[in-house]
């Protein structure tokens, strides 16, 4: 939707590349939220770079699923909710959009605090009052800017997740190590260490991006005098797949290269000191002061206001697609506000939720936890879901997957369907 590709630079120069990137980039950008980023700090500080392979090993599995889901909306010209209303069961559609919406505003108000707190760290203040601000701006853009400024916001905020990578760089960090450990897994049956792992699993594969990457190749489409539904115009597909699997790729390369960053930079410093108990990102941030120095503490904590104006978006935006296609609403960011009254005010009643969180008494540990939760009871049946539908002619016309993305995809589902399996178990130990 908001990646309009009009008249495009050639993508073999960084100018065309960075021009090219939309949905893919923007999606795997967003998966690095403050709340991702708690849980890539807490991996590092406790295990060290005992975690560091599940980012290597976690690439090919989130590329593809997010792939598939650009596909369904890029063949189909709808989101993933819209089809579920087309061609399965209303019960169905209502219970994972009703699971999506309450794991998004959980998730939503948990990033909005680690801003709060972030910005509390650098400057001192009130975290309440910085929530309430930092809602009410990406609520604002979101309404009200227009579709070419809002790209351009949104794509150049994905920059600050180099800011992890810097981090790294700044700190002493054994590299011969960090390379043995992503290329040949260290796997302990210790169930902290399964516990990480599971965290790690739900966080990088979870259903917004899912609902967020079709919605967005559907608007993209929709907006474009020029383009069709791929069902309707078979001939747009070689080249609209093959800038898919570019921007997905990427978008989700980047995504797990800043999360290792995260985990290299906390395991060097923080757990290298013993420090392993860090439960949200301000506090890895805080940890970091005292062991890194001044500036490594500030380009972390600025790392996740950045990541945070991304993902808040993203968050609320997702859930109102899913809403909005489920109960046939206009939806869409480049639609004025009184086109789609219903889709901007699920935007902002997510948004007022994700504040209320952060002002009533409510463990943000325990919201992220039941989040998780929720993500990974909604993301087996929806992937499961997915892959079915993508396999379908009734759907996808002459556009079913191709037999090697079917089947990482199915791999994909697999593996989420035993995190989610061990996250149980591991629960009730």
Same mark, same amino acid.
């Given at each position: 939707?908001?990646?309009?590709?009009?008249?495009?630079?050639?993508?073999?120069?960084?100018?065309?590349?960075?021009?090219?990137?939309?949905?893919?980039?923007?999606?795997?950008?967003?998966? @690095?939220?403050?709340?991702?980023?708690?849980?890539?700090?807490?991996?590092?500080?406790?295990?060290?770079?005992?975690?560091?392979?599940?980012?290597?090993?976690?690439?090919?599995?989130?590329?593809?699923?997010?792939?598939?889901?650009?596909?369904?909306?890029?063949?189909?010209?709808?989101?993933?909710?819209?089809?579920?209303?087309?061609?399965?069961?209303?019960?169905?559609?209502?219970?994972?959009?009703?699971?999506?919406?309450?794991?998004?505003?959980?998730?939503?108000?948990? @990033?909005?605090?680690?801003?709060?707190?972030?910005?509390?760290?650098? $400057?001192?203040? %009130?975290?309440?009052?910085?929530?309430?601000?930092?809602?009410?701006?990406?609520?604002?853009?979101?309404?009200?800017?227009?579709?070419?400024?809002?790209?351009?916001?949104?794509?150049?905020?994905?920059?600050?997740?180099?800011?992890?990578?810097?981090?790294?760089?700044?700190?002493?960090?054994?590299?011969?190590?960090?390379?043995?450990?992503?290329?040949?897994?260290?796997?302990?049956?210790?169930?902290?260490?399964?516990?990480?792992?599971?965290?790690?699993?739900?966080?990088?594969?979870?259903?917004?991006?899912?609902?967020?990457?079709?919605?967005?190749?559907?608007?993209?489409?929709?907006?474009?005098?020029?383009?069709?539904?791929?069902?309707?115009?078979?001939?747009?597909?070689?080249?609209?797949?093959?800038?898919?699997?570019? @921007?997905?790729?990427?978008?989700?390369?980047?995504?797990?290269?800043?999360?290792?960053?995260?985990? $290299?930079?906390?395991?060097?410093?923080?757990?290298?000191?013993?420090?392993?108990?860090?439960?949200?990102?301000?506090?890895?941030?805080?940890?970091?002061?005292?062991?890194?120095?001044?500036?490594?503490?500030?380009?972390?904590?600025?790392?996740?206001?950045?990541?945070?104006?991304?993902?808040? %978006?993203?968050?609320?935006?997702?859930?109102?697609?899913?809403?909005?296609?489920?109960?046939?609403?206009?939806?869409?960011?480049?639609?004025?506000?009184?086109?789609?009254?219903?889709?901007?005010?699920?935007?902002?009643?997510?948004?007022?939720?994700?504040?209320?969180?952060?002002?009533?008494?409510?463990?943000?540990?325990?919201?992220?936890?039941?989040?998780?939760?929720?993500?990974?009871?909604?993301?087996?049946?929806?992937?499961?879901?997915?892959?079915?539908?993508?396999?379908?002619?009734?759907?996808?016309?002459?556009?079913?997957?191709?037999?090697?993305?079917?089947?990482?995809?199915?791999?994909?589902?697999?593996?989420?369907?035993?995190?989610?399996?061990?996250?149980?178990?591991?629960?009730?130990?």
């Amino acid at each position: 939707m908001l990646f309009g590709r009009r008249q495009r630079a050639h993508p073999s120069t960084w100018r065309g590349l960075f021009h090219l990137l939309g949905p893919g980039l923007i999606t795997g950008a967003s998966d @690095d939220d403050p709340s991702g980023i708690a849980t890539y700090s807490q991996a590092g500080a406790q295990a060290g770079y005992g975690t560091a392979w599940v980012m290597l090993f976690t690439w090919p599995l989130m590329a593809a699923i997010q792939e598939i889901s650009a596909r369904i909306g890029r063949v189909t010209g709808q989101g993933i909710a819209a089809n579920l209303r087309d061609h399965y069961p209303a019960p169905l559609l209502y219970g994972i959009v009703a699971l999506l919406l309450a794991a998004n505003f959980i998730n939503l108000g948990a @990033d909005l605090g680690a801003m709060g707190e972030a910005v509390h760290l650098l $400057i001192g203040g %009130p975290v309440g009052l910085y929530v309430v601000l930092f809602a009410a701006l990406c609520t604002v853009l979101e309404i009200y800017a227009s579709y070419e400024r809002y790209v351009k916001i949104l794509k150049w905020l994905t920059l600050s997740l180099f800011a992890y990578v810097a981090t790294a760089l700044i700190v002493k960090v054994p590299w011969g190590e960090v390379a043995y450990n992503t290329l040949i897994p260290q796997i302990s049956l210790n169930t902290d260490y399964i516990v990480l792992i599971v965290a790690i699993l739900g966080t990088t594969i979870s259903p917004y991006l899912f609902f967020w990457q079709a919605s967005e190749e559907a608007e993209d489409e929709r907006i474009d005098p020029g383009a069709h539904p791929l069902s309707e115009a078979p001939g747009e597909a070689r080249k609209e797949f093959r800038r898919i699997e570019i @921007d997905t790729y990427l978008g989700m390369g980047l995504s797990n290269v800043v999360a290792l960053f995260i985990i $290299i930079t906390t395991a060097a410093t923080l757990h290298a000191h013993g420090i392993t108990d860090i439960q949200t990102s301000a506090q890895a941030a805080q940890a970091l002061r005292p062991i890194a120095g001044d500036f490594a503490y500030a380009v972390f904590a600025l790392g996740i206001l950045g990541t945070g104006l991304l993902a808040v %978006p993203v968050l609320a935006g997702s859930g109102a697609y899913a809403l909005a296609e489920a109960m046939n609403w206009n939806a869409g960011l480049d639609r004025l506000p009184q086109d789609a009254k219903r889709f901007y005010a699920t935007i902002v009643a997510g948004t007022v939720v994700g504040i209320g969180v952060n002002f009533i008494n409510i463990d943000p540990i325990k919201a992220l936890f039941w989040s998780a939760v929720i993500n990974g009871t909604v993301a087996v049946p929806l992937m499961v879901v997915m892959m079915i539908m993508t396999m379908q002619p009734k759907v996808m016309g002459g556009f079913t997957l191709p037999r090697p993305l079917w089947a990482v995809g199915w791999l994909s589902t697999a593996v989420m369907a035993i995190t989610v399996v061990a996250m149980f178990v591991t629960w009730g130990s």
